[in-house]
């Protein structure tokens, strides 16, 4: 016999029947749905073994069958290296009389120009030659490929499918598009081929057989395979498998655990290399620094250097915070060598990490250190408000000074030193800011668990409640100004045909140029604004944002969305928010009546959060000042390389870190054609923008970028039945799901309940328009929190899943309080 059948897998010890022929005898043995074929080897073919007694043998051995599908099987082909894809030939449809002609093209193949050139581009042999698979053919209804794990992302958690009515090979040829599937647990995402008219290629059923027998094959193979399919009358055939040669294998050691549910609130989407590097070694700074303040040694400080630095991940373009570093910084405080569990627990810590012994404390040294860091917290929160106006009078000198410089005249040298002042002088001071958040969480764990102590309080939001109204945090002021502003305009016939008929940069162009009273009075208001709060927008913390202060059109964009939707100060009275003020202190006043002791500690109490959480807010503001400042003079250094041909564009700096920026005016450089460096860093991140937003939690092991799953969402606990987040602003509304990834994109929510990954300061504007509000990410002291409570908007925050449950157009209800979010209807 000069061919083995599948029937015969014992045959195939020592003859080349090649990796595809070898997996489908695999699939045999698996059990699974494959059309009967027969193996060509190698040794017969290679014999010259051919002609009608061959073809005799195989027709006897497919008896009735009309057509036939004549593959290649080399050696090497389909492994877990190399896949040979599309390299060598293959025939669908073949006649008996066309069966012999067809395997001797397969067999020709094997020593075809691009098959030597694929062979070595890989390094590979040119020994090694062709077996053929000869196979009966399936009059297919619809066929295709699909991948045990998405082949573009590497996530392991996404099976892909592709499909096409009829036979699989218009697909492959690329002759018709394919419908998509994505299947990740029992969700499925359907891509239909463009114009389709006709139902999807495969049903729902279909799809999540094949996601079995994807599960199947990586269990039994242990990798994750890429299968051709054909489904005849319902039934799945394979026609071949084999692993994903693009997904890089698991690896081990160096475990850390990646996390960015509340940095994305300051940090959202792909963040540019200059941004991360100057928020690194800010953050590295700051920690060294508030470590000090808790007690932790000037020498175990010392010694950790690398912990310290590496509190931050830059992932895809994404920064994340390294739960590792953190749980590091956290094991080095006194308390715990103390108690360890407890520690963990207070500080929300899910998982545990390998500490260096030297890290622990023995405990007669640790409860003295104890003692001693209490001692001097007592007295740096007694010494808070003092320490706050210092700093808030050392920001306005700092940036008032450096607003007066005209930066465009000054070199790139010259600008290099401005930065590293400004550094020194106010970026390397900002204890106050760090001890407020310390303080401020804190007083707010202590309010929340007095309020949750009240017998008979069926408010779980009381809290919150409780916090409404605080006139004096800034972030709501924006919104205020910018309302009366828009009210101005609406008031004044001509300015409102403006700002109702022009874009926002014909509108700017034309209040520059009026001499117009009203139009004067009302660039007057804008300029005033734009000096006060210029940088809060969208993504203020990060330096490529393009600011109010530095295009004013996109100011006058959102003012053009106030008076196209109508949104006045009526709707910020202040009367809702002050009403739920108002009813959780008689709450507060019922339960405590006649308990002086209660009473008074929890005056104390709500006075320090009150006090704390506005300082927080406005504190943050501050920080978005000086960012403002860096921006500007690293916007000027990127002008000033563009002038001198160091870069295409201006803007193209922001893709250097800061310390290349540097190298190259210091001449410390090690990579002097900045154009190219730039022209790959900008080509990388477009790719990490269109994969898209990474899992909130994951784990990487070894080198991160090597083979890990960004998209992993095994760490992730996702919801079951209605969804459910944390109550942050108390009301129950019901309305239509306006889901929004870009706030810049929507002019007005007109009443629909804003659901979005994560906010920041910038996205204020869009609250007045939105009946509620739902946030993927964040916590209780969150932006969009804080900002919420103030305007009385109902709010939750960190709802797992949020976005891969709800849709823009969902109906739902949403209670502010209680944190659940029922759908009605879809």
Request: charged share 25%.
């Amino acid at each position: 016999m000069h061919f083995i059948s599948d029937t015969e897998p014992h045959k195939t010890t020592g003859v080349t029947i090649g990796g595809k022929a070898g997996n489908l005898f695999r699939l045999k043995q698996l059990g699974l749905p494959v059309p009967h074929f027969v193996v060509i080897p190698w040794e017969t073919l290679r014999a010259d073994i051919s002609g009608p007694e061959l073809v005799t043998g195989l027709l006897s051995a497919f008896e009735g069958t009309r057509y036939f599908a004549v593959r290649s099987s080399a050696a090497g082909e389909d492994g877990a290296a190399f896949s040979f894809a599309g390299q060598f030939e293959s025939y669908l449809g073949v006649t008996p009389d066309e069966l012999a002609a067809r395997i001797a093209d397969v067999r020709q193949s094997a020593f075809s120009k691009r098959v030597m050139a694929y062979r070595k581009h890989h390094g590979l042999s040119d020994a090694g030659g062709v077996a053929v698979i000869v196979q009966e053919m399936v009059d297919a209804d619809a066929a295709g490929v699909a991948f045990g794990a998405n082949p573009l992302t590497g996530n392991r958690q996404q099976k892909v499918i592709n499909a096409v009515p009829g036979l699989g090979d218009r697909l492959v040829s690329g002759e018709v598009n394919a419908d998509e599937f994505l299947l990740e647990g029992a969700e499925i995402q359907s891509n239909l081929a463009d114009g389709k008219q006709a139902g999807p290629a495969l049903t729902n059923e279909q799809i999540y057989r094949l996601g079995q027998i994807l599960e199947s094959l990586e269990k039994e193979l242990g990798h994750p395979q890429d299968i051709e399919f054909a489904v005849r009358n319902d039934q799945i055939f394979l026609l071949q498998t084999r692993p994903i040669t693009t997904l890089k294998a698991k690896p081990e050691g160096n475990y850390i655990l990646w996390d960015n549910s509340n940095i994305i609130e300051s940090y959202p989407g792909v963040t540019t290399p200059l941004t991360f590097s100057f928020i690194s070694k800010s953050y590295e700074t700051a920690y060294k620094l508030f470590s000090a303040y808790l007690g932790v040694s000037e020498l175990v400080i010392k010694k950790n250097e690398r912990v310290f630095a590496n509190t931050l991940g830059f992932l895809n373009g994404r920064v994340y915070y390294n739960l590792k570093t953190w749980y590091h910084m956290l094991a080095m405080l006194p308390g715990y060598s103390i108690n360890a569990r407890y520690m963990e627990k207070m500080m929300g810590v899910k998982e545990q990490f390998d500490i260096p012994d030297s890290y622990r404390l023995p405990k007669g040294k640790a409860w003295w250190s104890i003692l001693k860091m209490a001692v001097q917290m007592l007295f740096r929160f007694r010494a808070l408000p003092g320490k706050r106006r210092e700093f808030m009078q050392l920001v306005e000198g700092t940036i008032n000074e450096y607003k007066a410089i005209p930066f465009a005249e000054k070199s790139a040298d010259e600008l290099m030193h401005l930065y590293l002042n400004f550094e020194r002088k106010l970026l390397l001071e900002w204890k106050a800011p760090l001890l407020n958040d310390f303080f401020a969480m804190i007083w707010f764990g202590m309010l929340q668990k007095q309020c949750g102590q009240l017998s008979g309080s069926a408010n779980p939001n009381l809290h919150n409640d409780l916090l409404c109204g605080s006139n004096d945090i800034i972030s709501v002021q924006p919104v205020h100004r910018s309302i009366a502003i828009a009210a101005r305009i609406a008031a004044v016939p001509a300015l409102k045909d403006l700002f109702m008929t022009k874009n926002e940069q014909a509108i700017h162009e034309m209040l520059s140029l009026s001499n117009d009273p009203e139009f004067v009075g009302l660039r007057a208001d804008i300029d005033r604004y734009i000096a006060d709060f210029g940088e809060r927008c969208v993504g203020e913390l990060k330096l490529e944002t393009i600011s109010y202060g530095q295009e004013p059109a996109r100011f006058i964009k959102v003012l053009k969305s106030y008076v196209e939707t109508g949104i006045t100060n009526a709707q910020f009275s202040g009367e809702r928010e002050g009403m739920i003020r108002t009813n959780a202190q008689r709450e507060i006043a019922t339960h405590l009546k006649g308990k002086t002791i209660g009473r008074l500690k929890m005056r104390l109490t709500l006075h320090y959060t009150r006090e704390l959480v506005s300082a927080r807010e406005n504190l943050r503001y501050e920080r978005t000042r000086a960012f403002g400042i860096v921006r500007e003079i690293f916007t000027f250094i990127g002008k000033r390389f563009y002038a001198d041909g160091l870069l295409t564009n201006a803007r193209d700096v922001f893709y250097l870190t800061k310390e290349e920026i540097f190298s190259q005016i210091e001449g410390t450089a090690v990579t002097q054609d900045v154009k190219a460096l730039v022209a790959l860093r900008q080509k990388a991140f477009q790719g990490y923008r269109e994969l898209g937003p990474l899992s909130e939690r994951f784990a990487t092991y070894g080198v991160p970028y090597n083979g890990n799953d960004f998209f992993n969402i095994d760490r992730v606990e996702m919801p079951e039945g209605d969804l459910k987040g944390i109550g942050c602003s108390p009301g129950r509304v019901t309305g239509r799901v306006r889901v929004v990834a870009d706030p810049a994109e929507v002019p007005s929510l007109n009443g629909d309940i804003l659901v979005t990954t994560s906010t920041d300061p910038g996205w204020v504007t869009l609250f007045p328009g939105a009946s509620g509000i739902i946030v993927e990410r964040g916590s209780l002291l969150s932006h969009s929190a804080i900002v919420s409570r103030e305007m009385g908007k109902p709010c939750i925050v960190g709802v797992t899943g949020l976005l891969k449950s709800l849709k823009t157009g969902d109906e739902i209800e949403m209670d502010g309080s209680t944190g659940i979010i029922r759908t009605i209807s879809r």
